[in-house]
């Protein structure tokens, strides 16, 4: 392989047929797993934030590939340059989650939670772990609705929650952990089925070529007939498939989670949009 530019090489090697579209996305993720701190200059607090922004990366690199054009730069500069804008649009993210989530917090302590050992005034002070003792009057309904905005729960949240929820934040912490490595398997799903959806349009296009050829032979024409009808209708129901698959964590995701009836999640759901909606975070 090519030390000075690997991923040229690689891209070089999906271009002659050598590699997939996949095997190309899994190396190249690889390479950016093995280097990112030292080649692309990419530092992190901790491991979980790491592994955090190259799980919000990686379903991006499908779309970062067919969109490179060789004419401009090599494929390692460009995705040096992908993945810096990318590391930037992650950090402000990040920094307008954690902005709307102390916003939150802090607008919660006011109605919802009661602090034994603190003002008001302390309470509003930034710190990392909370420092008085906080009580929760509805803990289910705070703790679901931490769990279905597991995307956006930083780890000092985490350990926010965690005493007011009378938990510990390792507890919390897995439940928040496992609806992430569930999303990740839905996207891996999703990808999956995207694939085969391309490939079988793929495979449509090319019946149809084969047909508008004139082929003498009746019985191939017929053939070819019923394999595109055939592929046509698997492709509409991928298609469907597609359009009703969620990534975020669903209400049975949830309720499997808790150990509860789904129409228990549904309940308290339906429960907390409507305090909500009449402006009642009594909670």
Known sequence: MNIENPLSFLYEEYRDGNLTSRDLEARIFRHIMESCDDEYGLYFRCRSDRIDFLCWF???????????????????????????????????????????????????????????????????????????????????????????????VSDALINKAASALNMTPEDLGKMVDTLHELQIEKIERRRRLVS???????????????????????????????????????LTNMRERL???????????LAKLLGVPKGTIDSRLATIKSKMSANDFDF
């Open 58 to 152: 990686y379903p991006r690199m499908r779309g970062i590939i067919e969109r490179y054009n060789q004419n401009y730069s090599s494929f390692d500069a460009y995705v040096a340059s992908t993945l810096y804008y990318s590391y930037r649009s992650y950090k402000e993210r990040r920094k307008r989650h954690a902005a709307a989530e102390n916003a939150c917090w802090k607008a919660s302590n006011s109605g919802s939670l009661v602090c034994e050992s603190e003002t008001p005034e302390a309470m509003c002070e930034e710190s990392e772990t909370p420092s008085g003792n906080y009580k929760i009057k509805s803990p289910k309904y705070v703790l679901l609705i931490l769990l279905k905005s597991y995307y956006y």
């Open 196 to 234: 085969a959806s391309h490939c079988l349009y793929n495979r449509c296009l090319n019946y149809e070529r084969q047909l508008a050829s004139k082929i003498e032979n009746v019985q191939v024409c017929n053939s070819l007939v019923q394999r595109l009808e055939r592929s046509r209708r698997r």
């Open 243 to 253: 359009k009703y698959t969620r990534i975020e964590a669903t209400n049975s995701d």
